[in-house]
């Protein structure tokens, strides 16, 4: 670990007893090593719902590595990671029905149609029967994309597919590795959009990420690898 | 996780792959037509004569149906690796085992299921008796699974390694010489008018064996390879 700050930038707005209800995140004393280099020590925070937890760091420094290890897809080499007060890494199932992931890659199925990769993550996932897959493509975008193979999409469109899965599903805690990336302003725009909605239905975001996210009345806290 | 659920999650993966397979022609059509070589190849090296031809048929088909199942198995979790799909189902609430069950019959339907049909014109080919058709029908309709089982464990294990075909190749056919060894004892047996149940039988357990514990191996290998 070369430099870790964390910073509350804003202030909750939220009441701290209300956003518990929603679930809480911790990380305890996380360590990872990786080709003999320690990436990062000692790694402890608190995130409640309503709250956003934004990674900062160099290309390499460990942002995609602590991420996966925040979703129990990886071990840590020292730590633990709680949700709600379990440990991810030995008892998961509750926090995986909880639990919403966009990695570097979108997860998305190039031989299937927008609309068929979204029923195949509306089986997977707790769904959120408020909001229709075909809802979903068109808010982000996809509307006249819903029959076309998402091997004619270009990757920005691939990416808000991905966030039309976020859309669909009913997860209280979002880990997204660099939402951002290739998207236009528009499509900017719209990840801020759906954090600051996610914050306010009391879920909590830990977001890799270069780009300021600038959403107001919730709590930002920002660690540097 | 109640009945329906778990039934739900099956078959969306199901339709899920066989509509990905469906639509990738090429990988579905490679394991036929390497089949339908191989069988040719070793027609053409035995010569032309009735009687060799159909004393080799059961070997010849079911090594040409081992190999061509061989090739179309890496295709099982390799793109899912690159487009960030497996790490999906690995972050789902619902069962691993279940949806790796789901994809393991998705890739025999659509892999062995063709070369059935085809083991059965190929075995006019080479001359195999009538009377030996329908044991060979049986051997690969038991048969055939176990190699999509087994394969799925070795094929999570190597995935994302560099150079893991070959590797594949040279862990798996090891293992599936049990099933080769009941399957052209059995189709041999029937083509010379003796009993095939013990064979049968044999092959009905390896089957059994490997479709309560191969799902379960899967799951814990591409647990280990993506952690």
């Known amino acids: 670990m070369n430099n870790m700050n964390h910073v509350a930038n804003m202030t909750a707005t939220q009441p701290r007893e209300k956003a518990n209800s929603a679930g809480y995140f911790t990380a305890n004393g996380l360590e990872y090593t990786r080709n003999d280099t320690v990436l990062f020590s000692g790694l402890n925070f608190k995130l409640y719902g309503g709250e956003m937890l934004q990674i900062q760091g160099a290309n390499g420094s460990g942002k995609t590595s602590l991420l996966r290890i925040l979703c129990g897809l990886t071990l840590p080499d020292k730590g633990e990671v709680h949700w709600n007060g379990k440990n991810v890494h030995e008892d998961s199932h509750d926090y995986l029905r909880d639990l919403s992931y966009i990695g570097h890659a979108n997860g998305v199925k190039t031989e299937l149609t927008a609309l068929e990769n979204l029923m195949v993550a509306r089986a997977m996932a707790v769904p959120k029967e408020a909001v229709s897959n075909c809802a979903a493509l068109e808010r982000a975008g996809l509307a006249d994309y819903e029959n076309t193979q998402a091997r004619k999409l270009s990757s920005g469109q691939r990416r808000r597919l991905a966030l039309a899965r976020l859309m669909i599903t009913d997860a209280r805690i979002w880990i997204l590795d660099e939402p951002f990336a290739a998207l236009d302003d528009t499509g900017k725009k719209l990840v801020k959009e759906m954090l600051t909605e996610h914050a306010a239905t009391g879920g909590a975001t830990v977001v890799a990420t270069h780009e300021p996210v600038d959403i107001q009345h919730f709590k930002i806290t920002i660690i540097t690898l | 996780m109640n009945t329906q659920t778990t039934n739900h999650v099956f078959l969306a993966i199901l339709r899920r792959d066989l509509m990905i397979g469906l639509r990738q022609r090429s990988e579905l059509v490679n394991p036929l037509v390497f089949f339908f070589i191989i069988v040719t190849l070793f027609a053409l090296a035995l010569g032309p004569y009735e009687e060799t031809l159909r004393q080799s048929a059961p070997a010849v088909i079911w090594v040409a149906a081992l190999l061509a199942s061989t090739l179309s198995l890496d295709t099982m979790f390799h793109s899912d690796l690159d487009d960030g799909c497996l790490e999906q189902f690995l972050l789902s609430h619902h069962s ?29 080919m080479v001359y195999l008796p009538q009377t030996a058709m329908l044991p060979l029908l049986a051997t690969l309709l038991l048969g055939t699974p176990v190699l999509s089982l087994v394969g799925a464990v070795l094929v999570a294990l190597t995935v994302g390694l560099r150079g893991s075909g070959v590797l594949l190749t040279l862990l798996i056919l090891p293992l599936y010489i049990p099933v080769l060894i009941f399957s052209v004892a059995t189709v041999d047996n029937a083509a010379k008018g003796l009993a095939i149940t013990g064979e049968l039988y044999f092959l009905g357990a390896i089957l059994v064996l490997a479709a309560t514990l191969a799902p379960l191996a899967t799951t814990s290998s591409l647990r280990i390879r993506l952690g």
Do not use: D, E, N, R
């Open chain 2, 96 to 124: 691993l085992t279940i949806i790796v069950m789901a994809k393991i019959t998705a890739h025999w339907l659509l892999t062995s299921a063709p070369l059935i049909v085809a083991a059965l014109f190929l075995g006019l």
